[in-house]
């Protein structure tokens, strides 16, 4: 037991770096009239290995015109260049080299004729071939596996659901709770999506850091009758709201295809969902596994989780409140 306990708080305090981040590569590859395109992309620095100076592969039949713009900022490279392409791009490749740090890219490609198509690039799969009609399945897909892999990668929203777990502690009330804090985040993500201006993206950051915060405390104060404790899907569903806020900025990041935003998001909170459960089902399991080999060490694993995910969800406020 004090093994896992062990791993359990390594776990959690290792947290700080990963929260949040969805910083995929971004490419953009658009038409801009006849044989004249524009390459734009954003790459996250992840560390003093990554190479700073990388840029997307091109299509063979294409070639940089002039000069190559770039620009550094503290935590990316940016660059765009104009290109020249001989011919159709339908059927060629285009991709991403450089993925050290970076787990996948979001290539976008728009011609002129046909509707824009999304490529999720990664370390196994480094290029594309630019369809000449794309498939809404293919967005279906793409945006899909993006929202697992979010919910799975952002720590303080994974946080947010493992503290919901250990909180209400029993499968169908948290389920229901996890479907609520989807819902709810599925609402104002769309709102953010379709032109409400929502919230400054720093305040919106500080308030999900302090809404994890909230339920550890709620956890730590054992069995007593609260409101969180007697209806915790209406607590999740307003948390939900808030944390929906934080979704659509990582969204921003990566853009939705024009002419399949409603594909984009519906797929996308599908995946976070899927994610989501895919989490409530692990910590259950746990849960259950140590109940059952030791039953008197249950209370203390979650006491003591509580305070783990109590110190990294109060580390996160206080660095995003003086950042």
């Not at 992309?41 to 002039?66: F, K, T, V, Y």
């Not at 000449?132 to 967005?139: D, F, G, L, N, T």
């Not at 409530?280 to 203390?300: F, S, T």
């Amino acid at each position: 037991m004090i093994r896992w306990l062990a791993a359990l708080c390594l776990l959690v305090l290792s947290a700080p770096a990963l929260a949040d981040e969805m910083r995929p590569v971004a490419i953009q590859f658009e038409q801009i009239g006849g044989p004249d395109w524009r390459l734009g992309w954003r790459q996250p620095i992840a560390s003093a290995a990554d190479d700073r100076m990388a840029m997307p592969r091109l299509p063979e039949n294409c070639r940089i015109e002039g000069d190559i713009q770039r620009r550094m900022a503290p935590l990316a490279a940016h660059g765009n260049a104009r290109v020249i392409c001989d011919g159709t791009v339908a059927g060629e490749s285009i991709g991403w080299p450089a993925f050290p740090g970076h787990g996948e890219a979001i290539l976008r490609v728009a011609p002129l004729d046909r509707g824009v198509q999304v490529h999720r690039l990664t370390p196994e799969e480094p290029t594309a071939m630019i369809a000449a009609k794309p498939s809404s399945a293919q967005v279906w897909r793409g945006y899909f596996v993006i929202g697992v892999e979010h919910i799975l990668a952002g720590w303080d929203h994974l946080l947010f659901v493992i503290a919901l777990v250990l909180l209400v502690a029993r499968p169908w009330p948290v389920v229901k709770a996890a479907t609520a804090f989807t819902v709810a985040h599925s609402i104002t993500l769309a709102a953010v999506t379709l032109g409400f201006e929502g919230i400054r993206q720093d305040v919106v950051e500080a308030l999900i850091a302090l809404s994890i915060v909230f339920l550890a405390v709620e956890i730590a104060r054992g069995s007593r009758d609260t409101l969180t404790r007697r209806l915790p899907w209406l607590v999740a569903f307003a948390f939900g709201l808030l944390h929906g806020f934080g979704f659509a900025g990582a969204l921003r990041e990566i853009g939705l295809p024009e002419g399949e935003v409603p594909a984009a998001l519906v797929s996308f909170n599908l995946g976070v969902e899927a994610g989501q459960l895919l989490v409530v089902a692990a910590v259950l399991i746990l849960m259950e596994w140590v109940g059952r080999l030791r039953p008197d060490a249950r209370p203390q694993l979650i006491r003591f989780s509580a305070y783990a995910i109590g110190i990294t969800g109060s580390y996160w406020l206080i660095d995003r409140l003086v950042a």
